[in-house]
């Protein structure tokens, strides 16, 4: 077999992977004594390389030829590394393992998966670039804060992989896979949210937390921002963050839409834009008048796995009301079941939604209908900065309150296009 410029272009990736690679070991082993550097930019671009050639040996049908070159590598490296004179620290185990990345990178590219390659050796440049950054984000970290990535790793890796997907369940409402997955989504809002919280929230103060904690509990975040308010002297920052928190969930709902049922993206988008325009607009002149100051603590471990067991059922008996709904009553029905499980939940009502067929109900009602929900949720939010934070929470009720009007006026002139 002719080798061809398809195979040049393979072993060429191969050495761009070992270069990539070793300019980064290189740069952060400079300082070591001579002698005591096995793998730099030099070595690991020649490992890339003949790891790319056992790779195209082994396309070409040689495997055997492959698995010498494979092995002459890890020989020659093990052997460098075993014989380091002059080193009296315990050495690290990242360059050895870089290594051992590039020469499977360079395998892979010389297999025919250039594409593969030149991404994972990116990503493992930018793991080894980022070593200062990942030591001091695990030092802010805590035990529960292990703990919360455990429960997500379970609920998005150990769950959803083994799930059937298929209509099961009363009246075929039920996709385990699909069920499942809404988890992995919700939650994971929750865990980015919670984890941007932790890193950001206290350097940044109250109106951060109430930006970030919005993403993933503006109800949550919202009782912890008007309890606090409620107890100072005076009002500070706390009615812009409760703004923010509360305007996040005009963003949060297109983006679970456009996953979840993107046919109703174009209505709602429209709907929801003037009070996302008002809200975000009331927080930062909230923002203008507001003193900074340090944020509360984020309102407890947003991942646990009871809680997403429990949503987790709540989709699956709203799945089966809307399919009753939809054979029993049409789309008004189904219009009016949303807006009564959006008023205990939005995100429900998006994931019911979701699991419709697509002519049961339009998307205009739809929209109208998930709208209806975010005004009910938003009015929740109000009553609790109301009861809370008393005549301190004025500001942000104010604020909360323009944008339900808004969407109101909104919801009212789509229901004349019906």
């Keep these: 077999m002719t080798l ?139 035990e529960e804060d292990v703990k919360a990535l455990a429960r997500y790793a379970v609920i998005a890796g150990a769950v959803l992989p083994f799930l059937p997907s298929g209509h099961f369940g009363p009246l075929g409402a039920w996709n385990p896979q699909r069920l499942w997955l809404v988890v992995v989504l919700v939650t994971g809002f929750s865990f ?36 606090r308010l409620g107890s100072e002297q005076e009002a500070s920052a706390e009615p812009a963050a409760i703004a923010f928190a509360t305007a996040v969930m005009y963003l949060r709902i297109p983006i679970l839409i456009a996953i979840l049922a993107t046919r109703v993206l174009p209505p709602i988008s429209i709907l929801l834009l003037p009070a996302v325009i008002v809200a975000w607009g009331a927080g930062f002149w909230l923002y203008r008048k ?52 959006g008023s205990m939940d939005v995100d429900v009502a998006i994931v019911t939604l979701g699991s419709l067929a697509p002519e049961a109900i339009s998307p205009l009602l739809a929209a109208m209908a998930i709208s209806g929900t975010a005004i009910v949720n938003m009015a929740v939010k109000i009553g609790i900065t109301l009861v809370y934070a008393g005549g301190k929470g004025l500001s942000a009720a104010a604020a909360m309150a323009s944008s339900v009007l808004v969407l109101g006026i909104m919801i009212a002139l789509a229901w004349t296009r019906l």
């Design 192 to 227: 980015l949210g919670y984890v941007a919280n932790r890193i950001f929230g206290e350097r940044h103060g109250t109106v951060a937390t109430g930006l970030i904690g919005g993403a993933y509990s503006s109800t949550a975040v919202t009782l912890a921002l008007a309890e």
């Design 290 to 341: 507001a003193p900074k100051k340090q944020g509360p603590a984020p309102p407890g471990n947003p991942i646990a796995l009871l809680p997403a067991l429990g949503f987790v059922a709540f989709v699956a008996v709203a799945a089966i009301a809307a399919k009753w709904a939809e054979g029993r009553f049409g789309q008004s029905g189904i219009a009016v079941l949303l807006l009564i499980i």
């Design 4 to 142: 061809g410029w398809g195979d040049a272009l393979a072993a060429g990736t191969a050495i761009a992977c070992g270069l990539l690679i070793g300019i980064e070991r290189g740069f952060d082993l400079r300082d070591l004594k001579p002698g005591t550097r096995v793998a730099g930019v030099r070595t690991l671009t020649l490992v890339g390389l003949v790891s790319g050639l056992a790779g195209l040996t082994a396309h070409l049908g040689q495997g055997l030829a492959a698995g010498a070159l494979i092995a002459g590598v890890a020989a020659v490296l093990a052997i460098g590394y075993a014989h380091r004179p002059g080193l009296t620290e315990r050495p690290d185990a990242t360059t050895p393992m870089a290594a051992v990345a590039t020469a499977a990178l360079g395998f892979m590219a010389g297999f025919g998966e250039p594409g593969f390659a030149i991404a994972g050796a990116t990503i493992v440049t930018l793991l080894l670039a980022l070593k200062s950054e990942l030591h001091r984000f695990l030092q802010k970290l805590d």
